[in-house]
């Protein structure tokens, strides 16, 4: 132990004693009990369906957003159009490191002493896994005042300002994912050491990033819910309304739909994770475990959420991909495009109504 503490010392932070000890261990544990959480298979595959899919989704929102005219609808389609990219680019980068080990096996102490790669890697994983329950968050408070207050605004959002917040939410969380590198906590290597990520030990500075990791995640998830449950009601009402039939807002009821999916996507990916690193780095560590060890059922907890995480970024292109009028429409053939939200209004002044019209219609 102690010659693998100093041979910790005299590498980068990113190597915990643990790292030294179950190199050959894990590989034989892998070989005897061919456990799946382990397999290289495992990565491979669910990395090239969640590309796959992404890549699907990206070349149907491309197609659709040159279609499109009701710029409420284009600038949604910017936000799911930034969400396929960050899942997108999120598999790509961090499955390659990750695929690399498992088909190579090399050594981390060899190939990254210094712990570059460790540390991209875990910034990496940081920034993709923010950025899907940001821009949820974001997309759900912009159709919230979208339909609740649909006359606050004198036109809708542009596409130049969607994709400006877009880019500040990708700002946002790449400052996120800098903090260990510049001191607040660590990025290390994690079982079965094939992947970085923030550290759930007990000293200050790792503490305060993993309870600043997860409680903003757990706070955009819970904005995600509230605004998409007023929304929600109030396209209840309207559709309950005793002229609903002329009155049901189809493009903001498939906006909706899209959204409330990608929601239940990511709180059900994501909550559990969240709340497993809350609960391990406020509980009592130990008493009988050596200085910046991990208890082995911790380390493959969290692996196990993280194979859950994954699912996230598979899961949400499909919600675009399935749940669209045109799908729909082949399932129901009865479904037709009604008027939007200006006919809840009819006293407005018929410029105004043409306004917003065209503002809002879709296509």
């Not at 930034?82 to 050594?107: A, E, N, P, R």
């Not at 990033?209 to 309207?238: K, Q």
């Not at 059922?297 to 749940?323: A, C, G, H, S």
């Amino acid at each position: 132990m102690e010659a693998n503490g100093s041979l910790a010392g005299e590498l980068g932070s990113c190597f915990r004693s643990t790292n030294f000890s179950t190199n050959f261990s894990t590989k034989l544990s892998a070989n005897l009990s061919e456990k799946l959480i382990v397999s290289r298979w495992f990565s491979t595959a669910f990395g090239g369906i969640g590309l796959a899919s992404n890549l699907f989704a990206l070349c149907v929102l491309v197609s659709s957003s040159r279609k499109m005219h009701s710029r409420a609808r284009s600038s949604f389609l910017i936000f799911l159009c930034g969400l396929v990219v960050t899942d997108f680019l999120g598999l790509l980068v961090t499955g390659t490191i990750i695929i690399s080990y498992h088909f190579t096996k090399f050594s981390w102490m060899v190939v990254d002493p210094a712990c570059y790669l460790c540390n991209f890697l875990g910034l990496s994983m940081v920034f993709f896994g923010q950025c899907p329950l940001l821009l949820g968050a974001t997309m759900a408070g912009e159709r919230f005042f979208g339909i609740n207050r649909p006359f606050s605004r004198s036109t809708s959002m542009s596409k130049r300002r969607a994709w400006f917040m877009v880019g500040m939410v990708w700002a946002f969380s790449f400052s996120l994912g800098l903090l260990p590198i510049l001191g607040l906590g660590d990025y290390t290597l994690q079982y079965p050491n094939s992947w970085c990520f923030i550290t759930l030990l007990h000293d200050a500075k790792n503490v305060t990033f993993c309870l600043i990791f997860a409680l903003l995640g757990i706070l955009a998830v819970g904005l995600s819910f509230l605004f998409n449950t007023v929304s929600v009601v109030t396209l209840c009402r309207v559709y309950h309304d005793r002229e609903s039939v002329q009155r049901r807002r189809d493009s903001e009821v498939e906006m909706m739909v899209q959204l409330v999916g990608i929601m239940i996507i990511a709180t059900v990916c994501w909550l559990p994770l969240l709340i497993f690193i809350i609960q391990t780095v406020l509980q009592e560590p130990a008493p009988d475990l050596p200085p910046r060890q991990i208890p082995r059922k911790t380390e493959e907890m969290l692996l196990i959420y993280l194979r859950m995480v994954t699912w996230n970024q598979i899961l949400d292109p499909w919600v675009y991909i399935l749940f669209r009028r045109a799908v729909l429409k082949r399932i129901y053939p009865s479904l037709k495009t009604r008027p939007s939200i200006v006919s809840l209004y009819p006293m407005l002044n018929p410029s105004l109504r043409r306004k917003l019209t065209q503002e809002s219609v879709l296509q």
